[in-house]
């Protein structure tokens, strides 16, 4: 199952909030979250359920 929805800086937000990710994070570690969790990774992770 696949989510047809366009990647959107919204969408990204949503997916990395679950991991810690805020804007008032420092940078480095915002970076650190938006780095591991790119465009193609977080389609894969939505596919897989996550």
Known sequence: MS??????QERR?????QYG??????EAER???EQRFTDPKIE???ALGF
């Open 3 to 8: 989510n047809e929805e366009p990647m959107t």
């Open 13 to 17: 937000e949503a997916f990395w909030r």
């Open 21 to 26: 990710w805020s804007p008032e994070l420092p």
């Open 31 to 33: 970076k650190k979250i």
């Open 44 to 46: 894969e992770a939505e």
